[in-house]
T-cell receptor
Framework: EAQVTQNPRYLITVTGKKLTVTCSQN?????MSWYRQDPGLGLRQIYY???????DKGDVPEGYKVSRKEKRNFPLILESPSPNQTSLYFC?????????FGPGTRLTVL | KQEVTQIPAALSVPEGENLVLNCSFT??????LQWFRQDPGKGLTSLLL?????REQTSGRLNASLDKSSGRSTLYIAASQPGDSATYLC???????????FGKGTKLSVKP
C-alpha cells in the first residue's frame, strides 16, 4: 500500500530535549516536505526536499533541521524544542502533482 | 504572497442537503488547486485536484470548480451524509513542485 508513515504519532517532551520525528514514504517520490498545523494559522510549510541531499527552507523553518540522506526518509529534527513548537506536524511526499500526507505527529513541548 | 481564504469557517447542515464550500486565492498564477479532507486526529486525504488549465473535476458526489481569473474555487457536495462530516481544506500550489498554501479550512457537520 502506497503510504507516508510518521513516528512517533504522539510525543510529549520538555524544553531543550532534542528529538527527531521520522518520515518515510514507499512511493519512490523525489519531493518530500514537512508542515505544521496550528489553530487559527492553518498548515504552514517548514522545510522541503526536491531530492536526496537537496533541502530548502519553507515558510517557518526557525528551530528545525532536516536531512535527506535517502530518497524514502525525511526526518525532522528539533535540536532544542521550545513550547512554541507544540503543534501537529505532517510529512508529505509527491511525485510532481498530487501530494500524499502522513497521519500526523502531535508534539507537546512542556 | 499567495493567501488562501475559506468561507465559511464552519457549516452545519441536515443530511441530504447539497452544499457549497468556498475557497479564494489572491494570486491567480497557480499551478493547481487541491481540496483535502481532514478527519479529527488524522492526516489529510486528497479529494480533488484541478490543474490550472482545467475548470472542474468530479469524483462521485463531489465536484470542484476553478475560476482563476476571479481567484475562486468551490467544492460542491451533493446529497450530504453524516460521514461527510470533517474539515475541508483547499490549497493552492504555485509551481510543479511548489509549496502548497492552505486555507484555514471549513469544518462541516452533517446532522442525521
Amino acid at each position: 500500500e502506497a503510504q507516508v508513515t510518521q513516528n512517533p504519532r504522539y510525543l510529549i517532551t520538555v524544553t531543550g530535549k532534542k528529538l527527531t520525528v521520522t518520515c518515510s514514504q514507499n512511493m519512490n517520490h523525489e519531493y518530500m516536505s514537512w508542515y505544521r498545523q496550528d489553530p487559527g494559522l492553518g498548515l504552514r510549510q517548514i522545510y522541503y526536499s526536491m531530492n536526496v541531499e537537496v533541502t530548502d527552507k519553507g515558510d517557518v523553518p526557525e528551530g528545525y533541521k532536516v536531512s535527506r540522506k535517502e530518497k524514502r526518509n525525511f526526518p525532522l529534527i528539533l535540536e532544542s524544542p521550545s513550547p512554541n513548537q507544540t503543534s501537529l506536524y505532517f510529512c508529505a511526499s509527491s511525485s510532481g502533482v498530487l501530494k500524499f500526507f502522513g497521519p500526523g505527529t502531535r508534539l507537546t513541548v512542556l | 504572497k499567495q493567501e488562501v481564504t475559506q468561507i465559511p469557517a464552519a457549516l452545519s447542515v441536515p443530511e441530504g442537503e447539497n452544499l457549497v464550500l468556498n475557497c479564494s486565492f489572491t494570486d491567480s498564477a497557480i499551478y493547481n488547486l487541491q481540496w483535502f479532507r481532514q478527519d479529527p486526529g488524522k492526516g489529510l486525504t486528497s479529494l480533488l485536484l484541478i490543474q490550472s488549465s482545467q475548470r472542474e473535476q468530479t469524483s462521485g458526489r463531489l465536484n470542484a470548480s476553478l475560476d482563476k481569473s476571479s481567484g475562486r474555487s468551490t467544492l460542491y457536495i451533493a446529497a450530504s451524509q453524516p460521514g461527510d462530516s470533517a474539515t475541508y481544506l483547499c490549497a493552492a500550489q504555485g509551481g510543479s513542485q511548489g509549496n502548497l498554501i492552505f486555507g484555514k479550512g471549513t469544518k462541516l457537520s452533517v446532522k442525521p
